[in-house]
């Protein structure tokens, strides 16, 4: 399977770059996770939009959603144009529900809710989650396919639970929203640190660090999480790219 990074900051996006989004792709299998603000911007890069066969939302913060509307209207328009009729599957959990209602629109895309003690097949990828530790209900996924293991953690603090369910990943997309020394678990995040321990404990093959602060150096994220964590890590940035193979 191959990521991408369509985008990666926390709260809001920098100049000409966009908030959480992820291109998740297996045998020509497209699913699309998180739909923050300017992704469907930065996606353009790399697929048209209607050539997504799936969505997933972690949780409904603006961060992770502002730009279903839009995706939305680019299904739209392209029936408009086409006379083509497709419809996206957008998953999320139903418990937010003016949220949720957000993910139907005149057909062309469909909410279907996922439940959190339920293995999800979408095509190529089995899915699993867990809640995480974050000021609403927020989802961390474990995709498998091909005897490999992606991990994001979406939104949340540190947890032994989250150890648990990132166990043995080849990649580990981790938030990382403050630096080392600070106190991130108040608002429901980490720091690089958490992250690195995260990925220590859970053994995983590669760290991402993702969600980014948009103070500070970034660059300093990768040290800090090195203090505790001697594998590859990496900043998300646009458009990076990994194969999971």
């Given at each position: 399977?191959?990521?991408?990074?369509?985008g990666?900051?926390?709260?809001?996006?920098?100049?000409?770059e966009?908030?959480?989004?992820?291109?998740?792709?297996?045998?020509?299998?497209?699913?699309?996770?998180?739909?923050?603000?300017?992704?469907?911007?930065?996606?353009?890069?790399?697929?048209?939009?209607?050539?997504?066969?799936?969505?997933?939302?972690?949780?409904y913060?603006?961060?992770?959603?502002?730009?279903?509307?839009?995706?939305?209207?680019?299904?739209?328009?392209?029936?408009?144009?086409?006379?083509?009729?497709?419809?996206?599957?957008?998953?999320?959990?139903?418990?937010?529900?003016?949220?949720?209602?957000?993910l139907?629109?005149?057909?062309?895309?469909k909410?279907?809710?996922?439940?959190?003690?339920?293995?999800l097949?979408?095509?190529p990828?089995?899915?699993?989650?867990?809640?995480?530790?974050?000021?609403?209900?927020?989802?961390?996924?474990?995709?498998?396919?091909?005897?490999?293991?992606?991990?994001?953690?979406?939104?949340?603090?540190?947890?032994?639970?989250?150890?648990?369910?990132?166990?043995?990943?080849?990649?580990?997309?981790?938030?990382?929203?403050?630096?080392?020394?600070?106190?991130?678990?108040?608002?429901?995040?980490?720091?690089?640190?958490?992250?690195?321990?995260?990925?220590?404990?859970?053994?995983?093959?590669?760290?991402?660090?993702?969600h980014?602060?948009h103070?500070?150096?970034?660059?300093?994220?990768?040290?800090?999480?090195?203090?505790?964590?001697?594998?590859?890590?990496?900043?998300?940035g646009?458009?990076?790219?990994?194969t999971?193979?």
């Open positions: 399977m191959k990521l991408t990074v369509i990666f900051w926390g709260g809001y996006p920098n100049v000409n966009a908030s959480s989004g992820y291109l998740m792709e297996h045998d020509g299998f497209r699913l699309l996770i998180d739909c923050g603000s300017g992704v469907l911007s930065k996606l353009q890069k790399f697929i048209k939009p209607v050539d997504l066969d799936a969505c997933i939302i972690t949780h913060h603006p961060d992770h959603t502002a730009d279903i509307g839009v995706l939305q209207h680019a299904f739209l328009i392209h029936g408009y144009m086409t006379g083509e009729k497709k419809q996206l599957p957008i998953y999320g959990h139903p418990f937010d529900k003016q949220g949720f209602s957000t139907t629109y005149k057909g062309i895309t909410g279907i809710a996922i439940d959190l003690n339920d293995e097949r979408i095509g990828f089995s899915v699993t989650f867990l809640e995480t530790k974050h000021p609403v209900l927020c989802y961390a996924l474990r995709l498998e396919v091909g005897g490999k293991t992606f991990v994001y953690t979406a939104d949340g603090a540190f947890s032994p639970e989250l150890v648990d369910f990132s166990k043995g990943a080849d990649v580990l997309l981790a938030e990382s929203n403050f630096y080392a020394g600070m106190d991130a678990k108040k608002s429901g995040h980490m720091t690089s640190e958490d992250a690195g321990r995260l990925a220590k404990l859970a053994n995983v093959g590669r760290l991402i660090l993702t980014l602060p103070f500070g150096t970034q660059e300093n994220l990768v040290q800090e999480a090195s203090t505790v964590y001697n594998g590859p890590i990496e900043l998300a646009t458009g990076k790219q990994w999971i193979s």
